[in-house]
């Protein structure tokens, strides 16, 4: 045990000696600046652009009776307007929605009305 704090001690002493600071070579500091770059685009930026192409690309090509998701609420496409889309709701009701809000597209998937009778 004392030969570790001795030796740690030892190789310690450098750190305060008085002698002039060694030089940064700023090349390596840049090199890991630019890697850390390129990292985080290839692992972060780019996924996510790709998936907002889509995701508008989607968006773009919606036509009435697809059936959307937007903010948990599913329903089906009733009418599409600039900024909005009007959803028909499985008990006929209505609401309107931007289409921002709109996470998923399931193209020409609307429900089929099942015909009821009564007994």
């Not at 500091?29 to 930026?45: D, Q, T």
């Not at 889509?54 to 059936?67: A, I, L, N, P, V």
């Amino acid at each position: 045990m004392k030969k570790f704090l001795l030796s740690g001690l030892l190789l310690s002493s450098s750190l305060f000696a008085d002698g002039p600071a060694p030089k940064q070579n700023w090349s390596q500091v840049l090199i890991f600046l630019g890697l850390s770059v390129v990292f985080f685009y290839f692992l972060l930026f780019r996924p996510e652009q790709k998936r907002r192409k889509k995701m508008t690309e989607q968006r773009d090509q919606m036509q009435k009776g697809d059936r959307v998701t937007a903010m948990g609420i599913v329903g089906t496409i009733h009418k599409i307007g600039e900024k909005t889309v009007i959803l028909s709701m499985v008990d006929g009701a209505k609401i309107e929605v931007l289409k921002g809000a709109i996470s998923e597209v399931h193209p020409g998937t609307a429900p089929k009305e099942e015909a009821t009778t009564e007994a």
